[in-house]
């Protein structure tokens, strides 16, 4: 699977795991992971380490994911991501939107 997730409750952290390709392949798979968002997660973790690929409709994913959890920047944080991937998300200007480590 390409994407997995871990929800810590102490501190309402939801960790979403993408491995592979990030497209509208796993559309539904991180739909999935994101309805866990909605049971009081304060802070979500994208950790994109091991993405290879990304397209403008992981770009709108992950806008989406942004409005269920707010619009502070700090809600949903994009760690990891490869030099290639940073590079699209700063060209979007994800970086004015998200935190990203």
Known sequence: MAIE?????????LTIN???RFDFGIH???RKAT???ESGVSTI?????RVDYLDSSALGMLL????????????V?????????????AIANFD??????
Do not use: H, N, W, Y
Not at 64 to 75: I, Q, T
């Open 5 to 13: 997730t871990r929800l810590d409750a102490s501190t309402k952290t």
């Open 18 to 20: 993408i491995s592979g």
């Open 28 to 30: 539904q798979d991180f």
């Open 35 to 37: 309805e866990q968002a």
């Open 45 to 49: 973790i994208v950790d994109m380490g």
């Open 64 to 75: 989406v994911l942004r409005d269920k959890v707010g619009e502070s920047k700090s809600a």
């Open 77 to 89: 944080r994009l760690k990891g991501a490869k030099p290639d991937v940073k590079k699209i998300l």
């Open 96 to 101: 004015k939107l998200f935190t990203v480590d």
